[in-house]
């Protein structure tokens, strides 16, 4: 079974400029999370999406971040226009919905580099 | 709102010593616990969990955790650690009923010979 995949593992953008991070969750999967990662801190929720609908996403800075889950799967996240505070890893994780007793399976991140 | 609390942002210890890592939430419902590590340049992965009956939880790799209810605490203990255990250990709760997953700082673990 594949696990969470997201591309790309590494981008580096001038400040200003838009980015977009793309991740497929695990194939039965409902539940997809956004997480944020600073260097040395844990992950902050930025948006969680049950099938198609975005149910938490109160931490999303909505002013430049968007994120879509058009078809209920694979999900992308947009930062436009970036800032140098914005460089950080970007986790994309899923689990089955429905029970909450299961584990967030993680994709690899996005590293973010904004100069 | 829940939270979770690790107490060490990190934790050096020699090889073959004995580590505690510490984590207490907050949440007066049942909950779900979670320990997740992380090496260096990768993506978080499942240790051990916490989800209902014995309330002391292992992994294959020797590392246990013990739910304590009137404590709130998830601490995560492993008698015996090697170089290979350096990472990055969080702690991350689920209340029951909800799908939200929070997670504490991080304790970074270092192994030293």
């Known amino acids: 079974e594949a696990g969470v995949v997201q591309s790309p593992r590494y981008k580096i953008i001038e400040k200003k400029q838009p980015v977009a991070f793309w991740c497929n969750p695990i194939s039965g999967h409902n539940t997809l999370y956004w997480y944020l990662q600073n260097l040395g801190q844990g992950p902050e929720l930025l948006i969680r999406y049950e099938n198609e609908e975005a149910v938490d996403d109160s931490q999303l800075p909505k002013d430049r971040f968007s994120a879509e889950r058009l078809k209920g799967v694979d999900s992308t996240l947009k930062i436009q226009p970036a800032e140098l505070g914005d460089s950080a890893v970007y986790l994309c994780?899923?689990?089955?919905?429905?029970?909450?007793?299961?584990?967030?399976?993680f994709g690899q991140g996005t590293r973010l580099t904004v100069v | 709102a829940q939270s979770v609390t690790q107490l060490d942002s990190q934790v050096p210890v020699f090889e073959e010593a004995p580590v505690e890592l510490r984590c207490n939430y907050s949440s007066s419902v049942s909950v779900y616990l979670f320990w997740y590590v992380q090496y260096p340049n990768q993506g978080l992965q499942l240790l051990l969990k916490?989800?209902?009956?014995?309330?002391l939880v292992e992994s294959i790799n020797g590392f246990e955790a013990e739910f304590n209810k009137s404590q709130t605490s998830f601490h995560l203990r492993k008698p015996s650690v090697h170089i290979s255990d350096t990472a990055e250990y969080f702690c991350?709760?689920?209340?029951?009923?909800?799908?939200?997953?929070?997670f504490g700082k991080g304790t970074k673990l270092t192994v030293n010979p």
């Open positions: 994780a899923s689990s089955r919905s429905g029970t909450a007793n299961t584990e967030a399976f």
């Open positions: 916490y989800l209902s009956g014995s309330t």
């Open positions: 991350a709760v689920k209340e029951g009923g909800s799908e939200k997953l929070v």
